[in-house]
């Protein structure tokens, strides 16, 4: 097999990460995810169709403790730039995918520290889920609920 661009199995990685997250989330998903074409140019996440996310995707043959805290790094920046909650998926290759969050991301606090020791790493499908929670929430607060009650 000849060598793999690295350019490419990272646009490759990107579209199988949106395929299998959009999966997950089914009906939860209002946008559809698609690969952010501008972020070489822009600096930005590569992910786009998640609000209040920005998604980080690395697809490597072997992952390193040492490149998940710079990959962790490289998604907190991005997630300062757009204000949202920093995200960072990797695969290593014949693996699952990993997730990697803010553990405090339900405070939506936006000083998140880059010490990728204050993450919970979660499988996709968990990460699926808090999106699908974070969704049915989000329609519950802007529902109108009557303001008086008859009995």
Known sequence: M???NSRAKGAAGEREFCKELGEHLGDALVEPL?????QTRNGGHDI????????????????????????????????????????????EDFQSWRVRIPWG?????????????????????????IIREQHIATQLQNQKLPTTLTL
């Open 2 to 4: 000849g060598k793999i």
């Open 34 to 38: 698609k690969r952010n074409l501008e």
């Open 48 to 91: 786009l169709g998640l609000e209040g996310w920005a998604l980080e995707i690395k697809r490597y043959k072997r992952v390193k403790e040492a490149d998940i805290k710079d990959f962790w790094g490289q998604a907190v920046e991005q997630a300062k730039r757009v204000g949202a909650q920093p995200v960072l998926a990797y695969r």
């Open 105 to 129: 991301f339900m405070m939506e606090d936006e000083d998140w520290d880059e010490d990728v020791d204050f993450t919970l790493e979660l499988s996709l499908k968990a990460f699926a889920s």
